[in-house]
């Protein structure tokens, strides 16, 4: 006798409750994780305010593209920050997240070559 005679499969299986993977009907939540969305992407937009300044003021090149890099990275995260919590999702991490880490490798490479390390 097997376990699954006499009994529909589909009875067993309760549905799963994707309401934190699917869009609610709401345009906006605001829960804790949207908190801390909201307290990064602040703070990351606020810290890429003086690495552009920077790069607005020094006249020395390589100095200039590292501030500007820098700004780049801290900017585009933050940025991802704000519309991964509340308006794109996965779509927001897929892109936004991708560019701040090539910003932020090359920001690597770049520091590597002219940065005084080499």
């Known amino acids: 006798m097997c ?5 529909n499969p589909r009875e067993i299986l309760e549905p799963i409750n994707c309401s934190s993977l699917c869009r609610s009907s709401r345009l906006m939540s605001f829960g804790w994780p949207e908190t801390f969305n909201f307290i990064d992407a602040v703070a990351m937009i606020a810290a890429s ?20 890099l820098l700004a780049l990275f801290s900017f585009s995260h933050g940025l991802y920050h704000l519309l991964f919590g509340f308006v794109f999702g996965y779509t927001a991490r897929a892109i936004l997240d991708s560019f701040s880490v090539v910003t932020l490798l090359l920001f690597l490479s770049y520091f590597s070559k002219k940065g005084g390390l080499a």
């Open 3 to 7: 376990l699954t005679d006499g009994i």
């Open 49 to 68: 305010a003086i690495p552009f300044y920077v790069a607005y003021v020094t006249k020395i090149r390589p100095f200039r593209i590292l501030s500007l």
